[in-house]
């Protein structure tokens, strides 16, 4: 059984740093695809940032040069590292992963995911 455990997020004021982690148990995800998504009350999950193959990222336009995701491979970890935090970024945040070397910005297309870390930032 396949299973994403994260830890990390929490409350801070706006400016400041949150790390997230997602470590993955029953799989070894290795090149395939682990991106973080969040999701606000009443909104639909976003992709925020997502890795595949030999540490190919990409981001939210909103958390470029904010945000950098992390692989390690021999840990089957990945993570997310936030600073210059903004009250927008307050949301629930969720490590998704799928068995595949393609990474998708459509969070239906990803088979495994964690049980969300809540991160919120006051102004």
């Known amino acids: 059984q396949v299973q994403l455990i994260e830890s990390g997020g929490g409350l801070v004021q706006a400016g400041g740093s949150l790390r997230l982690s997602c470590t993955a148990s029953?799989?070894?995800?290795?090149?395939?695809?682990m991106a973080w998504f969040r999701q606000e009350t009443g909104k639909e999950r976003e992709f925020v940032a997502g890795?595949?193959?030999?540490?190919?990222?990409q981001y939210l336009d909103s958390v470029k040069a904010r945000f950098t995701i992390s692989k390690d491979i021999a840990k089957n970890t990945v993570t997310l590292q936030m600073n210059f935090l903004k009250p927008e970024d307050t949301a629930t945040y969720y490590c998704?992963?799928?068995?595949?070397?393609?990474?998708?910005?459509?969070?239906?297309?990803?088979?495994?995911w964690g049980q969300g870390a809540q991160v919120a930032v006051s102004s």
């Open positions: 890795i595949v193959g030999n540490g190919i990222t």
């Open positions: 029953g799989h070894t995800f290795g090149r395939d695809a």
């Open positions: 998704a992963a799928r068995a595949s070397e393609v990474l998708s910005l459509d969070s239906r297309l990803y088979d495994y």
